[in-house]
């Protein structure tokens, strides 16, 4: 028996990862998180975990060494998926301490006890390249949450590694157990909740050479990304920094429309197209905001060359397959 930890376990991306190794029979898990805001418990209340650690007291024994002391099973990896993921977030001091200082700590005791570390990056770390490629002249953060994210990359490639190291770059993420994110909750979250309450919903106007709602991003299904963590913990040869997102860029205006359809089929209504739906007020734009200005990604799309060229050959899900398996998830829970 082996034990795994993963870290922000209660959080979105973290609590999806658990229960991906529960419907593998794997239940030796401890789970580590801030639950100081206690409503995020309900990620965890379906999954089958051994323990719970407070963040602070995960970080404490770290720290001191004293994580193994006394185990009766050794611990085969650590997931790391806790970190401030709010892209507007400005405390650069609070940024750097929980995703720089904090995954350094983890990556030098993982290496010092030959455990797998297995991180959250970032799809931020890049800016708006040319190329979304796992290479330092395309990585140019717009923030101090893509250049905390960046840093820490540039860490685990200055050293020598021991043991298994993988950083992979998440893209735009969505699927269950994100209804705690509040505003850095996917679009396809906010567009359900904006169409069952207002029968309409939301885009930015146009911004970056994209006209209204047509800025592109690549949207990646939690599903996936579990999948692609799964891969490399059975592969624990396999090390490296790599992409996670589907390969291909769909817009906002994509994202609206298979929420919305999945809302109408649910309630025996006819499909309509985009331009349907804009004649029907169904989507509203809005100004876009302020304070992204600068600080935005008005596109982005994973390169797979480096993650296919090392064996993960699943399909990913596209925005119509992915976002109306989630939406009809959301609707038989409302």
């Not at 051994?50 to 997931?79: G, M, S």
């Not at 146009?206 to 800025?215: A, F, P």
Request: aromatic share 12%.
């Amino acid at each position: 028996m082996m034990t795994y930890i993963v870290t922000g376990a209660a959080g979105f991306i973290g609590s999806n990862i658990i229960k991906g190794l529960n419907q593998r029979g794997i239940t030796d898990v401890i789970a580590v998180d801030d639950l100081t805001h206690g409503d995020r418990f309900v990620n965890l209340a379906d999954c089958q975990i051994t323990d719970y650690w407070d963040k602070q007291e995960f970080i404490d024994l770290i720290r001191h060494a004293r994580l193994n002391q006394p185990r009766k099973q050794p611990i085969k990896a650590i997931l790391h998926q806790g970190a401030c993921s709010d892209t507007t977030e400005s405390n650069g001091r609070f940024m750097m301490e929980n995703n720089y200082r904090y995954s350094r700590d983890l990556f030098d005791y993982c290496q010092s006890q030959g455990i797998a570390f297995i991180y959250a990056s970032s799809a931020a770390t890049y800016g708006e390249p040319a190329l979304f490629a796992e290479s330092l002249e395309y990585e140019k953060p717009l923030n101090v949450y893509g250049y905390s994210k960046f840093l820490f990359d540039q860490y685990v490639r200055a050293h020598q590694l021991v043991s298994q190291v993988v950083g992979l770059r998440y893209f735009n993420v969505y699927g269950a157990r994100e209804q705690h994110k509040g505003r850095m909750a996917s679009v396809a979250f906010h567009f359900f909740n904006q169409y069952q309450k207002n029968a309409r919903v939301k885009l930015f106007t146009g911004s970056g050479g994209y006209v209204d709602g047509e800025q592109r991003r690549d949207f990646v299904s939690v599903e996936d990304v579990v999948k692609v963590n799964l891969f490399f913990l059975d592969h624990p040869q396999k090390s490296g920094i790599f992409n996670c997102g589907t390969g291909l860029a769909q817009s906002f205006n994509d994202v609206a429309v298979a929420t919305i359809n999945t809302c109408r089929r649910a309630q025996a209504e006819k499909e309509f197209t985009l331009l349907q739906m804009q004649e029907a007020g169904l989507i509203e734009y809005i100004a876009f905001p302020e304070d992204l200005k600068g600080k935005y990604q008005s596109f982005t799309q994973a390169e797979l060359s480096r993650l296919r060229a090392i064996g993960y050959d699943e399909k990913f899900l596209s925005v119509e397959e992915g976002v109306s398996r989630y939406v009809s998830c959301l609707i038989e829970k409302s």
